[in-house]
């Protein structure tokens, strides 16, 4: 699938079901970004945290897209589909292409889980831990250094003599 979509995304706020057009999303914070129809659910989940509020850790638990259903004599009703994998993604924007003349947007609703500092360092579900790895990393004491890494004067063939190699 090639070309690019509008994404409208609802956080913080409330997936409202039974109104009298299926499902809405009931929210104070809402954003638009664009996406190419070929993007990962991994990537996704990565842009959607870096598009909110880029400076706190927040992982995504919850994506719910907006399903657009022709129902009887061309009424329009929605519904919600979970985006959980490739799969959903891919189908999602199946039925984008199909009904963008109707609905121009795809819609999703996103549930985030703010991350402590402390939990960052080795999440393989959190993209981009690198400044808090690198923090961690160095903040060891002289003790600690000392107590991991044998300082010594003398080199590999015990003669202290510390020789310099030119390239040539």
């Known amino acids: 699938m090639e070309g690019t979509a509008n994404i409208v995304v609802y956080y913080n706020g409330e997936v409202v079901r039974n109104t009298y057009e299926g ?3 009931a929210c104070e914070n809402i954003f638009l970004f ?4 070929t993007i990962m659910f991994a ?3 990565y842009r959607l945290c870096q598009s909110i509020k880029g400076d706190i850790l927040k992982r995504v638990t919850n994506i719910l897209y907006r399903n657009l259903v022709v129902v009887f004599g061309g009424l329009i009703q929605f519904e919600v589909m979970p985006i959980v994998d ?3 993604i891919q189908w999602m924007f199946h039925i984008h292409q199909q009904t963008q003349v109707q609905y121009p947007m795809i ?3 996103v549930e985030f889980e703010h991350i402590a ?4 360092q ?3 579900d959190v993209q981009d831990d690198r400044v808090e790895t690198y923090l961690g990393m160095n903040d060891d004491s002289d003790e600690e250094f000392e107590a991991t890494y044998k300082a010594s004067d003398e080199d590999e063939d015990g003669d202290g003599e510390v020789r310099q190699w030119r390239k040539l």
């Open 117 to 120: 500092a402390d939990e960052v």
């Open 107 to 109: 819609e999703l609703y």
């Open 122 to 124: 080795h999440d393989t």
């Open 43 to 45: 990537e996704l989940q």
């Open 23 to 25: 499902v809405s999303f």
């Open 86 to 88: 490739e799969t959903s």
């Open 34 to 37: 664009v996406v190419p129809c």
